[in-house]
């Protein structure tokens, strides 16, 4: 008898490790900000206490960090509501367990669609009539879901212009050279090889050049063609 096929699971990342990268795919420009995430102690910076009896300099310099503080907070808010909506809309697959001493298993798309996701706890709540239900505990999301969200967001959702079309055609034919006949990468890959070069172009013109790349099939990727 032969053997019986194994049961392959889709690789996930936790839940605040799929928050730094949604964070860092909307603000490129800022990629410690998702460095700044507290893991349990709550969502607020912190930063020096404002004291009137401190040096005119210091004060200035404490309102300069105070400001800089909300305008960070302000974009962790955005984020997390980005992310709460992609596990609503079931953008973000879940995993997780609702006893802690089971292996992470699906998440009933039902829940994730109401549940309140605790980034930091790692958690998802499911309530019924205001009443807390049953909770989720070590939430993942799908890891090739968070790739395909950053793909998309780092091309689309914070560009206000697209940059040269020449230039990515050019990008495009020395990728085809690199990759020497091996499998072309998936789109999340070669948008994320693109952005990373400086090329930004929509969703359509991306997909037509990952086509020019030749059909997906088996086999080994270079690593080296992104670079």
């Known amino acids: 008898m032969g053997r019986s096929p194994r049961t392959v699971f889709p690789r996930t990342v936790p839940l605040v490790e799929a928050f730094r990268a949604i964070l860092r795919a909307m603000y490129p420009g800022q990629p410690k900000l998702a460095d700044k995430i507290p893991t349990r102690s709550g969502w607020e910076l912190p930063y020096p206490k404002y004291d009137i009896t401190l040096p005119k300099r210091v004060r200035r310099l404490i309102r300069g960090k105070v400001k800089t503080a909300k305008k960070e907070m302000a974009k962790f808010k955005e984020a997390r509501e980005l992310l709460a909506g992609l596990v609503a809309r079931e ?37 019924l009539n205001n009443k807390l239900v049953r909770i989720y505990r070590q939430v993942h999301c799908c890891e090739t879901d968070v790739n395909r969200c950053v793909a998309e967001l780092r091309s689309e959702t914070k560009r206000t212009k697209w940059t040269n ?63």
């Open 91 to 127: 953008k973000l697959r879940l995993r997780g367990v609702l006893d802690p001493s089971k292996p992470l298993d699906d998440i009933d798309p039902a829940d994730a669609r109401v549940g309140l996701v605790d980034i930091l706890a790692g958690e998802l709540r499911v309530f």
């Open 165 to 227: 079309p020449a230039g990515f055609e050019k990008f495009t034919a020395a990728y085809k050279r690199r990759l020497n006949g091996k499998a072309p990468p998936t789109e999340a890959e070669f948008t994320a090889a693109a952005n990373d070069a400086g090329h930004y172009r929509p969703r359509k013109d991306l997909r037509a050049a990952l086509a020019k790349l030749g059909p997906r099939r088996p086999g080994p990727r270079t690593k080296s063609a992104a670079k």
